[in-house]
């Protein structure tokens, strides 16, 4: 069993979370390379509790995904999405 096969996001929460995201392509700027496999990264790092140099390749090098990351805690990203899936185990 590998690291795909052991993803934690459905469909369903994707589809709630998706438009919170920044750097969609229907956004002005830049867009973000496979958001959902970047979050399935972060949060492969939230339940391993293991360092980001850790982070198995197949979610990005490790510190791109880490800087990507702080951007997004920094512009509120993650505060958006938590206070939206928050009611969902």
Do not use: C, H, Y
Request: charged letters at 30%.
């Amino acid at each position: 069993m590998g690291v795909l096969d052991r993803l934690v996001l459905s469909d369903t929460a994707w589809e709630r979370m998706a438009p919170l995201i920044i750097g969609r392509p229907d956004q002005k700027g830049s867009t973000g390379r496979d958001n959902r496999m970047f979050v399935e990264g972060v949060l492969w790092i939230v339940r391993t509790g293991a360092p980001w140099r850790d982070l198995p390749e197949v979610f990005g090098e490790w510190n791109s995904v880490f800087r990507r990351f702080s951007r997004w805690s920094d512009k509120g990203v993650w505060r958006r999405i938590f206070d939206a899936m928050s009611d969902d185990p």
